[in-house]
């Protein structure tokens, strides 16, 4: 099972700019001016981490308070620093009060930060704290399946997809994580009517492409895994789901001689 971790670098762009810094700001609302530079020290935190974080620090020193703090926890993890981030973003979750949406999306900035870390307790611990808040989030959803799902404990990372798929049923990612939980379930029928719906949505995706494969060489149809996994390497060479399926077809290759 396996999905690379984006952090959702701003809740800006999950809940609105006004929200995020609103909830952020020790005033409790975002001026223009705040706002213009909120967007410019996030900006400098994603491409330019190192000069992001000594802007985010100047603007804390300005009275920039907890948007400017977000951006430099922000740029921490854009930095590889995701313990450190990881901390800020939980902090900052508990300083700002009601808002439980952007509280969630913050503990789920902290779930991402831990998860790369390495420290899968924390990261669980804090994914189940945002889902507390936000008990009907996808993404969240996802985020706490993909961690479970390295724990072994994939009955609950489908409970979490199942609820995720409620909310967007055409969540294409959901669907490919779910099919690769049912496939170490050993519940194969399952696993492809997920591969194969994702491919319905998004014809090209390449973990579909290559999850359909791995399930129809389990279900002994390797012309069908073959044509899959051949289809992913045209389209997505160099990618790790192409090198996946490279290895695959290798193993068909050797079992054929």
Not at 77 to 85: D, I, L, P, R, V
Not at 129 to 157: T, W
């Amino acid at each position: 099972m396996s999905r690379q971790v984006h952090l959702r670098l701003q809740a800006a762009v999950l809940l609105g700019v006004f929200l995020i810094l609103g909830a952020v700001s020790d005033s409790g609302s975002a001026s223009n001016v705040q706002t213009r530079e909120y967007a410019t020290c996030m900006r400098l935190a994603r491409v330019s981490p190192h000069e992001g974080f000594e802007s985010a620090l100047a603007w804390i020193d300005a009275g920039g308070g907890g948007a400017a703090k977000h951006c430099a926890a922000v740029a921490l993890f854009s930095m590889g620093q995701y313990g450190e981030s990881a901390v800020r973003f939980q902090d900052l979750a508990l300083s700002i009060g009601a808002n439980a949406a952007a509280r969630a999306d913050l503990l789920a900035q902290s779930g991402q930060a831990w998860h790369q870390a390495g420290d899968i307790d924390r990261s669980f611990a804090a994914y189940s704290a945002a889902l507390d808040l936000a008990p009907r989030s996808p993404e969240i959803r996802v985020d706490r399946a993909m961690v479970l799902a390295e724990r072994g404990r994939y009955r609950e990372a489908v409970e979490d997809l199942n609820i995720a798929l409620d909310v967007d049923s055409g969540a294409v990612e959901a669907l490919v994580l779910r099919a690769s939980a049912h496939r170490y379930l050993d519940a194969l029928d399952l696993a492809l009517a997920d591969a194969s719906r994702a491919l319905k949505l998004s014809p090209r995706h390449p973990e579909a492409l290559l999850e359909r494969g791995i399930v129809a060489r389990l279900q002994g149809r390797e012309k069908a895994a073959r044509r899959d996994w051949l289809n992913l390497l045209q389209f997505y060479e160099g990618t790790p789901a192409a090198d996946a399926a490279q290895r695959n077809l290798e193993l068909l290759d050797v079992k054929a001689k």
